[in-house]
């Protein structure tokens, strides 16, 4: 136990990093956990939504007569029913003034009406809905409402959609851009890519992929007449923020007036942080009908309807020396933001990218460019890794395209670039400035782990047995903690990025965490007890974590980004040592010793030398609650709030290694070792961030292997349903070696960085290297995900990309 | 039917699946529904005692059947089965949509192991194809699958 005196406190009682067991399981391995679908309030009605079946058209006209008079249908309601409520705004505007939306009433720069009634501009673009008694009736009743439309040209590509004569989705948006995006010096780099001993360059497909959580988005909506109160339960990683998104910007109605709880949500991945239509629809709806009314997507509905992730076609050029140094990347980016902007995708598909190309590499020049494009799919998102997976893909297939052109092995050349441990805080001349790092620790831990240098002899061995084995590398920056807020304004961030935290000591002793954030299945109520317990030295057990509620909990935005716990678990912290200082002063009260003579250690105050006089936390929490003898410049009673708002990011960082068999006769891809060590700064509670970090990779290896959201060109999304869209299986993956290296930052009083989802970041680029790899021998350079079997089995006979 | 040992007696409509009956009729939510085309396994639940997706059977046809449910398995609060134990202890759940219908379906696995072999590693991940997760990535749930097959195949 370390000691803390006076108002200076700095330390804690040695809980974090302790792997407790997470309180959350046993409710949820019982099934009793109350995720929105199962929120059944008397008296429900029950909402459909029919979306467009085409992807691209004019509405000519609405018929929905024959619904309304189907059994049970207490209400259809279309575009014109709703002319009073603003658009779902963007608040995510990368490239400023220069950035072309749909309009917005408010003068916001982005939007998409919650209903549409000009024109349909995707699969799924919702066009009217039916409220009935049942699920069955209102899904039935979707069929009798008849549309007219007159068809139009559809485009689904980025490069495509800016092509002279593309279809046109937005008056206000010539030609489709959305923004001309940029990063780095130009001129440096085009300088040092043109006087380069090495250039080699890649045309890269970053294909669409959807996240698919397991459980699909949906939402309540409960209007109170009597006291004019809205209430939202959804899946949400948000509430604040749709909160704040809702009441002020859609709805027009007082912030106090609305109240959003998240239940537990069954998984996001970036997903259920934005903004959709169904939000504010039971909200309107529940007050139009006087009942409550819930929605509940079906999996194709989330397939054409949920924010979807990645999706960037790319030109990339990597410059050096002959003998392995790096003198220059540059990436052209064409990115496909879907038919509207979502609530923060265009910050996406650009900045969290853009500024993540040059990875753990010191390079002198750097340049990214993206042309933000819409087409007709469904808006993009984030999603696990978002923008830093996209943007290690490039920069490692390059690295190991060049590590290839100059016969140099992958791993030294890596090596020979790593930003060095001196240099740190790191400029990457990007925008970024990385905050701490050991980088060659953790790339060298890697190597040794995975067994690198015994490759050769594997292959040889592998060969004997008709596959060919192929090693594959990937290291990684990841920018977490969204985000200090200033810098985010900079960004182009419409909002407050902080996060809060209240602290609320009971009489008894027993303590309430409260938090803005909220989780989605990241065990929060394990680890913030954890954080407050160890600042304030007494039993876990005795801490209770609420959030998720809007009329309970102070403002937060919400866990994204892998920001939980780098932002709100200092907010935590720090409150635990605003009561820690409290009761330091007040123990000079009660001890009646000076207030620099009061130590506050393991749960107690004592006398500085006199252990003696002292006071155990309960009983300190009592005489605060009763107040009696207290000077007035000492309010009574232990209830304290941090608003956390860090100086700059976190980075955490990381290096993989995958090795995978292809077989020869058929073309399948087998993940047989895969090795992780990832650098997350300190970690609160090790068994939540290995079973994310698990995760992480194989979301990755999904990418790499299965994972495409494929439309055909008349804009239909042909992987529509799990039958259609392959997500990983037990099956498809081994066992992991996962280790760490532990470089904590300066930048939040945890030292704390990111960690649910950075080990999403690598896995792609490592199983495409080692594919690559194993197939370099026949003249392959590069092939685009998602490595199917059929795909690599064209390549094994010759054939051409 | 029989449901978690009580009996129930309804007129079922013809098209009606039994995780709606479940759910919507008998308030037994803690069966889910994450896909609606029987890939995901979260709405799985026994049928005299075989693991079954509730989402691809029909009400009628599991007429005169014994279903059991993640209600079934314990009371509410109550203690967990070796399984649910074993899975908390590897973390092997983290948002837990996908978990009861893993800890039905698994359940089956390790109760045939019951004073037999314990299933091999791939053996645990071909059972565990027909349920999907997008959190844990599967290798929490295969270590607690591990352990309770062991501790089964001790305790006989």
């Given at each position: 136990m370390t000691a803390v005196t006076g108002e200076t406190p700095t330390t804690g009682s040695g809980l974090l990093g302790q792997p407790l067991d997470i309180r959350e399981d046993p409710q949820l391995?019982?099934?009793?956990?109350?995720?929105?679908?199962?929120?059944?309030?008397?008296?429900?009605?029950?909402m459909a939504i029919l979306g467009s079946p085409v992807a691209h058209a004019k509405i000519l006209s609405i018929e929905t007569k024959a619904a309304e008079q189907l059994p049970g249908v207490l209400k259809v309601a279309t575009a014109a029913d709703f002319t009073d409520v603003?658009?779902?705004?963007?608040?995510?505007?990368?490239?400023?003034?220069?950035?072309?939306?749909?309009?917005?009433?408010?003068?916001?720069?982005?939007?998409?009406?919650?209903?549409?009634?000009?024109?349909?501009?995707?699969?799924?673009?919702?066009?009217?809905?039916?409220?009935?008694e049942t699920p069955r009736q209102a899904h039935a009743a979707l069929a009798a409402i008849s549309v007219e439309y007159e068809p139009l040209s559809v485009v689904t590509r980025a490069d495509e959609a800016l092509a002279e004569g593309a279809p046109q989705l937005h008056e206000a948006v010539p030609g489709n851009l959305n923004a001309y995006w940029t990063c780095g010096d130009?001129?440096?780099?085009?300088?040092?890519?043109?006087?380069?001993?090495?250039?080699?360059?890649?045309?890269?497909?970053?294909?669409?992929?959807i996240n698919s959580p397991i459980e699909p988005r949906g939402a309540v909506g409960d209007y109170n007449a009597v006291t004019g109160e809205y209430t939202l339960y959804a899946s949400?990683?948000?509430?604040?923020?749709h909160r704040f998104l809702l009441s002020a910007l859609v709805l027009g109605i007082p912030f106090n007036k609305l109240r959003v709880i998240a239940p537990t949500v069954g998984g996001s991945f970036g997903t259920k942080g934005y903004l959709y239509p169904d939000m504010p629809l039971v909200l309107l709806l529940s007050k139009a009908l006087g009942r409550p009314v819930k929605w509940v997507d079906t999996r194709t509905g989330l397939m054409n309807s949920t924010v979807q992730g990645r999706d960037h076609r790319q030109h990339v050029t990597l410059a050096g020396t002959r003998d392995g140094r790096i003198t220059a990347v540059r990436a052209t980016s064409y990115a496909n933001l879907g038919a509207y902007p979502s609530t923060i995708g265009p910050g996406v598909a650009t900045a969290l990218m853009g500024r993540s190309i040059s990875g753990m590499y010191d390079i002198p020049a750097a340049f990214c460019e993206v042309y933000a494009a819409f087409t007709n799919t469904v808006s993009l998102g984030a999603q696990r890794g978002s923008g830093r997976a996209e943007a290690a893909f490039l920069m490692e297939r390059l690295v190991d395209r060049y590590a290839s052109e100059i016969g140099m092995d992958p791993a030294a050349v890596r090596r020979k670039n790593l930003v060095p441990k001196e240099k740190f805080p790191y400029d990457n001349g990007l925008g970024w400035t990385y905050d701490s790092g050991n980088y060659q620790l953790n790339f060298d831990k890697a190597i040794a782990l995975s067994g690198y240098a015994d490759m050769a002899a594997r292959k040889a061995e592998a060969r004997t047995r008709g596959k060919r084995l192929g090693v594959g590398l990937a290291t990684y920056v990841a920018i977490c903690g969204v985000g200090p807020s200033t810098r985010m304004s900079q960004e182009g961030m419409l909002g407050g990025t902080w996060e809060s935290a209240n602290i609320r000591v009971h009489p008894t002793g027993e303590v309430s965490v409260t938090v803005g954030s909220a989780s989605t299945g990241q065990s929060h109520g394990t680890v913030f007890a954890q954080v407050a317990a160890d600042e304030l030295g007494i039993d876990p057990d005795t801490v209770?974590?609420?959030?998720?509620?809007?009329?309970?909990?102070?403002?937060?935005?919400?866990?994204?980004?892998?920001?939980?716990?780098?932002?709100?678990?200092?907010?935590?912290?720090?409150?635990?040592?605003?009561?820690?200082?409290?009761?330091?002063?007040?123990?000079?009260?009660?001890?009646?010793?000076?207030?620099?003579k009061v130590v506050y250690e393991g749960g107690k105050v004592h006398e500085e030398g006199n252990e003696e006089n002292s006071k155990t936390f309960a009983e300190l929490a009592m005489a605060m609650w009763y107040g009696w003898g207290l000077p007035p410049e000492i309010e009574p009673a232990l209830d304290e709030t941090t608003h956390f708002d860090p100086p700059d990011f976190n980075y955490p960082f990381g290096t993989h290694v995958a090795v995978v068999e292809v077989d020869e006769l058929t073309g399948e891809t087998e993940v047989v070792a895969y090795t992780a060590v990832d650098d997350a700064g300190n970690i609160g509670n090790p068994k939540i961030v290995h079973g994310q970090i698990e995760g992480s990779i194989v979301h990755g290896l999904g990418q790499a292997l299965m994972e495409i959201a494929?439309?055909?060109?008349?804009?239909?999304?042909?992987?529509?349903?799990?039958?259609?869209?392959?997500?990983?299986?037990?099956?498809?993956?081994?066992?992991?070696?996962?280790d760490k290296t532990v470089t904590p930052s300066p930048h939040n009083p945890l030292g704390a960085k990111g960690a649910g989802e950075i080990a999403t970041v690598p896995p792609a680029a490592a199983v495409v290297n080692a594919v690559v790899d194993a197939l370099s021998d026949l003249g392959v350079r590069h092939i685009d995900m998602p490595l199917t079997p059929e795909k690599v089995w064209r390549r094994l006979r010759g054939e051409a990309r | 039917m029989n449901v978690n040992g009580r009996s129930e007696q309804f007129p079922a409509q013809p098209n009606e699946l039994l995780v709606e009956r479940l759910r919507d009729g008998l308030g037994l939510?803690?069966?889910?529904?994450?896909?609606?085309?029987?890939?995901?396994g979260s709405c799985v639940v026994r049928l005299d005692g075989k693991s079954v997706k509730s989402c691809l059977i029909l009400t009628v046809s599991a007429a005169g059947s014994e279903v059991t449910t993640i209600e079934g398995v314990t009371t509410p609060g109550g203690e967990l089965t070796g399984l649910q134990e074993a899975l908390r202890e590897e973390h092997g759940t983290q948002c837990g949509f996908c978990t009861p219908g893993m800890v039905m379906a698994l359940g089956e696995l390790v109760d045939?192991?019951?004073?037999?072999?314990?299933?091999?590693?791939?053996?645990?991940?071909?059972?565990?194809?027909?349920?999907?997760?997008?959190?844990t990535g599967y290798h929490s749930v295969v270590r607690g699958v591990q352990r309770a097959c062991e501790a089964a195949r001790q305790e006989v």
């Open positions: 391995l019982r099934g009793e956990a109350t995720y929105v679908g199962d929120i059944d309030l008397p008296g429900t009605a029950h603003m658009p779902l705004p963007c608040i995510w505007i990368p490239g400023g003034v220069e950035s072309h939306f749909p309009p917005h009433p408010y003068g916001l720069p982005g939007a998409r009406p919650v209903l549409t009634g000009d024109a349909v501009r995707h699969v799924g673009d919702p066009i009217a809905v039916v409220v009935a130009k001129d440096r780099t085009d300088a040092a890519i043109a006087e380069a001993e090495v250039t080699v360059e890649l045309d890269l497909v970053n294909q669409r992929t949400t990683q948000g509430p604040h923020n209770q974590v609420f959030e998720g509620d809007t009329q309970k909990a102070p403002y937060g935005q919400g866990t994204y980004g892998s920001r939980s716990y780098s932002m709100a678990a200092p907010a935590v912290a720090l409150t635990a040592r605003k009561i820690k200082a409290k009761l330091v002063r007040a123990g000079a009260v009660f001890l009646g010793v000076p207030e620099d494929e439309y055909a060109e008349d804009g239909q999304l042909i992987s529509s349903d799990l039958n259609h869209y392959a997500l990983p299986r037990a099956a498809d993956v081994p066992f992991f070696v996962l | 939510t803690g069966t889910k529904v994450g896909c609606d085309t029987g890939q995901c045939s192991t019951a004073g037999g072999e314990a299933p091999t590693e791939p053996e645990i991940r071909e059972w565990l194809t027909g349920n999907l997760c997008r959190c």
